[in-house]
């Protein structure tokens, strides 16, 4: 797959993604630069950008599944961190462990580029029409 525009100020761009390397049948992989304005004491990547991470490739799973007219909206994430993240490139990966029609249960990990593994997680995600998201945004911005 080719590398997404990060746009200044986009999410992708905010949390330093820096391809899709595939999505399909469920499963997807993004490459990430964590930089060291998304880490504290002693060079460890915050948390909240792995959750970013990880919760990002188990929507973009979830989109390689069920198309681009779902939006893959967050019910419950859960991340169990294994070993520190560092600046450099991060791998998350994710993929849809079981669906219905509106509601799927995805996982999802991130690894650094020697495969160490450093965090897992587990979502639960309404699969809402892209077209209502929409509506309902317009409608709450008057």
Do not use: N
Not at 66 to 71: A, P, T
Not at 95 to 108: L, M, Q, R
Not at 115 to 126: C, E, H, I, V, Y
Not at 129 to 138: E, F, G, L
Request: neutral net charge; proline residues 4%.
């Amino acid at each position: 797959m080719t590398d997404e525009s990060a746009e200044p100020g986009s999410l992708p761009h905010t949390l330093g993604q820096h391809r899709v390397v595939f999505m399909e049948g469920g499963r997807a992989q993004i490459e990430y630069t964590a930089g060291m304005h998304m880490a504290h004491s002693g060079g460890v990547v915050q948390g909240g950008f792995i959750t970013g991470w990880i919760d990002a490739a188990m929507a973009h799973a979830a989109i390689s599944q069920f198309g681009f007219d779902i939006v893959p909206m967050t019910l419950e994430v859960k991340i169990s961190f294994f070993a520190p993240a560092r600046p450099g490139r991060i791998i998350a990966e994710g993929w849809i462990e079981k669906s219905g029609k509106t509601t799927c249960f995805a996982e999802g990990l991130i690894k650094d580029t020697s495969g160490a593994l450093l965090a897992k997680g587990t979502s639960t995600l309404r699969l809402m029409p892209r077209t209502k998201v929409q509506s309902d945004a317009a409608a709450a911005m008057g």
